[in-house]
């Protein structure tokens, strides 16, 4: 059994750590209200947006098609990995990593992949690789559309230049605090819905449905690439708040248990120097 300086020390060690884990649960928990009440308040405008774009895009001509919209034979694969630039977020990194991990040696295993990463941790995995085109983890460091949309040009550019025939995003889609989903959107090229021949929609554009398409599919790519960014920042501070709790609550755990342990060692301590006691007691007498 460990000596009582040593217990003593590891409860000291217990107790800090489990304040710094506490404190960081309730950083994350402040900062999850405000991501949260962002990503909730965002989502039905980018998914409505993304609904009209691709209703449109559906019921226009092959000729008349965007550019954006333009099928090819996948040759070269872009996937853009969304992580945090910090760790202690449980599973939330290694998730997105190893699901991208996963498109590159599985899904797209015999096309040329390359990595647009947005987040330090997704740049430390993948940049071994020396296929990381771009990093753009310093988004985070003021996470505004106008930032965000800057990253959706530049994807725009490659893909209409045929740097790339497929543009993929992988990112944490938030549902709570302990329940983060991983997902693999289509960013480019754009898949317009199948049209329902049945529904006979007459409505009059002002200007051309192909001229607002054009001017929607730029705003609409934004926009969703924005949200996902969003997503993905409202489910860190979940992870790392849910992360941190546990972590907490293991702490506390570990130090009763030592606790008891050192109690236990400091009664026999006790009890030992007691017979001591007694014994020389009693060698005294004889």
Do not use: C, W
């Not at 649960?25 to 900062?31: G, H, N, P, R, T």
Request: glycine share 2%; net charge neutral; proline share 2%.
């Amino acid at each position: 059994m460990a000596n009582l300086k040593e217990i003593r020390n590891r409860i000291s060690s217990v107790s800090s750590t489990m304040q710094i884990t506490s404190a960081m649960k309730m950083v994350s928990a402040a900062k999850l209200k405000k991501a949260q009440d962002a990503i909730t308040a965002m989502r039905p405008y980018a998914d409505k947006l993304t609904e009209l774009l691709q209703s449109l895009s559906a019921t226009l001509d092959a000729d008349s098609g965007s550019k954006f919209a333009e099928q090819r034979d996948v040759k070269k694969v872009l996937l853009v990995a969304v992580t945090s630039n910090r760790g202690l977020a449980g599973a939330f990194n290694s998730n997105i990593i190893k699901e991208v991990t996963k498109l590159a040696s599985e899904t797209y295993a015999n096309q040329e992949v390359s990595y647009v990463v947005i987040g330090k941790k997704a740049n430390d995995a993948f940049k071994k690789t020396n296929k990381v085109i771009a990093n753009s983890s310093d988004v985070f460091d003021d996470l505004t559309f106008d930032n965000v949309a800057e990253i959706a040009e530049m994807l725009m550019e490659k893909f209409v230049n045929g740097d790339f025939d497929k543009i993929e995003v992988v990112y944490n889609k938030f549902k709570n605090a302990a329940t983060q989903i991983v997902m693999t959107e289509q960013f480019l090229p754009i898949v317009p819905v199948e049209s329902d021949s049945n529904v006979n929609l007459d409505y009059i554009f002002e200007p051309s449905k192909v001229e607002i398409v054009e001017q929607l599919i730029p705003k609409s790519l934004k926009t969703q690439l924005y949200k996902s960014i969003r997503d993905s920042f409202a489910s860190e501070h979940g992870a790392r708040m849910t992360a941190m709790h546990k972590a907490t609550d293991n702490a506390t755990e570990l130090r009763d248990q030592l606790k008891l342990t050192y109690n236990k060692a400091r009664q026999a301590a006790i009890t030992n120097e007691i017979l001591e006691i007694v014994g020389g007691a009693e060698a005294l007498n004889n």
